[in-house]
C-alpha cells in the first residue's frame, strides 16, 4: 500500500518564476491538505482539497493556488516566487472527516 | 485561533532514559484532537500519539504516553527507554473540526549513545 508520495523531492527556482508540486494521496483517500515548512519552523495550513475543489484556506496569498484531479491526486502552485517561499512543501491526504493525516516526504523548494 | 507552544527548543536524552517534552495551546473550544508528530531528517511527518480532549484517560503507545491536563491546556510527550532511533524533531499539533492542523514549533530530540 503506497503512502503519500510527492514530487519533486527537491527544486531550485529563481525569483519570480512559476512551481508546480505534485502529491499522490495514500490509497482510499480522499481529501488533500498542503502545508509549508520553513526551515527550523512548525508546518503552515495552505489549503485543503476535498472533490476537487478548495475548501479550506490558510493565510497564504493568491499567488499560492491549487488543484485536485478526480484520482484525488493534487497540485501546489506557487507564482512569482519570492525568496521567503523557500520551505519544505508537505503534503498530507486523509479521508474525509478522519482526524488522521498521512504525509509525504515533501519537495524542498529553494529560491534564488 | 489556535496556537499551540513548545517551549523547548532542544532536548538531549541518553539511550534508555527517559524525556518529556512540553507543550500547551489555547482555545476556546472544547472538543479537539491533540498529536505528537515525529520528524526525522527522512522529513517525513510519522504521527506518534494522539488524544481527543473528550477522554480523560491518557494516551499511550508503546513507549510514548501523554500527560493530557486539559483545565491547564497542556499536553506533554513523555518517551521511555529512549532509543537511537527516536532523535527527530517532534511536533505538537492541534486539530479542531475544521480540518487543519496547527503545529508548534517544534522541538528538537537527540538520543545520545
Known amino acids: 500500500d503506497a503512502g503519500v508520495t510527492q514530487s519533486p523531492t527537491h527544486l531550485i527556482k529563481t525569483r519570480g518564476q512559476q512551481v508546480t508540486l505534485r502529491c499522490s494521496p495514500k490509497?482510499?483517500?480522499?481529501?488533500v491538505s498542503w502545508y509549508q515548512q520553513a526551515l527550523g519552523q512548525g508546518p503552515q495550513f495552505i489549503f485543503q482539497?476535498?472533490?476537487?475543489?478548495?475548501?479550506q484556506r490558510g493565510n497564504f496569498p493568491d499567488r499560492f493556488s491549487g488543484h485536485q484531479f478526480p484520482n484525488y491526486s493534487s497540485e501546489l502552485n506557487v507564482n512569482a516566487l519570492l525568496l521567503g517561499d523557500s520551505a519544505l512543501y508537505l503534503c498530507?491526504?486523509?479521508?474525509?472527516?478522519?482526524?488522521?493525516?498521512?504525509f509525504g516526504e515533501g519537495s524542498r523548494l529553494t529560491v534564488l | 485561533a489556535q496556537t499551540v507552544t513548545q517551549s523547548q527548543p532542544e532536548m538531549s536524552v541518553q539511550e534508555a532514559e527517559t524525556v518529556t517534552l512540553s507543550c500547551t495551546y489555547d482555545?476556546?473550544?472544547?472538543?479537539?484532537?491533540l498529536f505528537w508528530y515525529k520528524q526525522p531528517p527522512s522529513r517525513q511527518m510519522i504521527l506518534v500519539i494522539r488524544?481527543?480532549?473528550?477522554?480523560?484517560q491518557n494516551a499511550t503507545e508503546n513507549r510514548f504516553s501523554v500527560n493530557f491536563q486539559k483545565a491547564a491546556k497542556s499536553f506533554s510527550l513523555k518517551i521511555s527507554d529512549s532509543q537511537l532511533g527516536d532523535t527527530a524533531m517532534y511536533f505538537c499539533?492541534?486539530?479542531?473540526?475544521?480540518?487543519?492542523?496547527?503545529f508548534g514549533a517544534g522541538t528538537t530530540v537527540t538520543v545520545r549513545a
Open positions: 498530507a491526504s486523509s479521508l474525509r472527516g478522519a482526524r488522521e493525516l498521512f
Open positions: 490509497s482510499g483517500h480522499d481529501t
Open positions: 482539497y476535498y472533490e476537487e475543489e478548495e475548501r
Open positions: 482555545t476556546s473550544e472544547n472538543n479537539y484532537y
Open positions: 488524544q481527543e480532549a473528550y477522554k480523560q
Open positions: 499539533a492541534f486539530f479542531l473540526n475544521d480540518y487543519k492542523l496547527s
